[in-house]
């Protein structure tokens, strides 16, 4: 009854995870749970007034497809005023989330055969929507050693003649890892001459810690033409619940082809969201963000002493996101025995490092209270010294 495609797709380990804490919760169990990938805070009142406001006016109709002029325009700002790049608003187009964004893309490019390199570990959706779209995965491997990033030997021995595209994502899920200036300029040296696209996922970029964030399609002219930025407002003034996204790029005709598909699923997306997300892009929501930004580098500083003080663990401190890719080598090689083992033996849910690719680590995500995280710790190092 179902089609191969479907049949193809795993479900999302995060997810999966996520829902069954929850379960557990409800069922009385005392969980502590370190797997959502949504911040913790509450979005900023400035955008929920806007909300408010577009419904008491009643802008609750259908919009243009790609957004409305409003939207589109505030993205536009935000891209050159943040990232330095230079969007038309027919170069623009919002979607429901960054995943749709990917979906659209992926759709719109990807044909059966075609090679998308993905670097590992990576975020659980990439591989399965390549798959989907009848694609082949190349994954690069990269671990602690090498700050999680992929080297541009690493990226020249990973490209045929089938290769269709690279996915980049900076600062990454799961890891934090946030390329420089000058390694993305290495990595663009290794593609010049192609038609090779980048997607590169830059949603967690207001989230960056250490130095300035470099968007991808800001470093050379020719990462510019190749590059499709994605992006959205979920993570950096926590959003997620409201679905928006949005796709920039140079190729004109790639997201007239993603408006035509999305014409024909979605149609454009909530209204009441366009309006709000314009509070969240032009920034009248900054103040929240930066407070936002404080309390998750506390964060993040005390859960990597933590995890490196006991004996078996280990973790690089990323420079972006809100997750610490925890590196358990030394006490086991089996991240989803491990990751169900703690969850039934101490109540704690973290996401096994497979699923994304990367076996010997688990994703603990420090989008929480600081609390939590303590007693989180502590009963992961009461369960590591159980199996040592």
């Known amino acids: 009854m179902l089609t191969n495609r479907v049949n193809t797709l795993s479900e999302s380990i995060t997810m999966a995870i996520t829902a069954l804490a929850q379960e557990l919760k409800a069922e009385g169990k005392d969980i502590l749970s370190f797997s959502a990938g949504e911040p913790d805070f509450d ?16 802008f609750t109709k259908y919009t243009a ?25 027919d170069q623009i187009i919002t ?8 979906f659209n893309l992926f ?33 690069i491997h990269t671990d602690d050693t090498s700050g999680f990033k992929i080297t541009p030997q ?22 934090g890892a946030v390329y420089t200036k000058e390694e993305l300029l290495a990595l663009g040296d290794v593609l010049k001459g192609t038609d090779i696209i980048i997607a590169s996922d830059e949603m ?49 005709t790639l997201i007239k082809a993603t ?12 209204s009441i969201t366009q309006k709000a997300s314009i509070a969240g892009l032009d920034g009248s929501a900054d103040a929240d963000i930066t407070l936002m930004k404080e309390a998750f580098i506390a964060r993040r500083d005390e859960a990597a002493k933590l995890f490196n003080a006991i004996a078996g663990l280990s973790v690089v401190v990323p420079d972006g996101a809100f997750y610490l890719f925890v590196n358990i080598k030394e006490v086991s090689n089996d ?49 590591v010294n159980s199996r040592v």
């Open 204 to 252: 967690y970029e207001k989230l960056t810690y250490n130095g300035v964030f470099t968007s991808v399609a800001s470093v050379s002219d020719d990462m510019f033409e190749r590059t499709v930025t994605i992006n959205g407002l979920s993570k950096s003034v926590a959003m997620t619940g409201w679905r928006f996204g949005y796709m920039a790029a140079a190729n004109t």
């Open 259 to 270: 408006k035509k598909l999305q014409s024909q699923s979605t149609s454009n997306i909530s």
């Open 65 to 89: 497809v790609d957004g409305i002029v409003e939207v589109r325009q505030a993205i536009a700002d935000k891209l050159k005023r943040d990232n330095n790049l230079e969007y038309r608003l």
């Open 154 to 175: 690493q990226l020249r021995n990973a490209i045929t003649p089938r290769t269709k595209m690279l996915v980049l994502t900076t600062p990454s899920n799961p890891t």
């Open 43 to 58: 979005t900023p009142q400035v955008i929920k007034d806007a909300a408010i406001k577009a419904i008491e006016e009643g």
């Open 95 to 102: 979607n429901n989330g960054a995943k749709h964004s990917l």
């Open 335 to 383: 991240s989803m025995e491990f990751s169900k083992a703690l969850l039934a033996q101490e109540n704690v849910a973290v996401v096994p490092g497979v699923a994304f690719g990367s076996e010997g680590y688990f994703r603990f995500s420090f989008a929480t209270d600081i609390e939590s995280i303590h007693q989180g710790i502590k009963r992961i190092e009461r369960f």
């Open 107 to 139: 759709s719109a490019t990807i044909d059966h055969g075609d090679e998308v390199i993905i670097p590992a570990p990576y975020w659980v959706t990439y591989p399965e929507l390549v798959k989907y779209c009848g694609g082949n995965v190349v994954e």
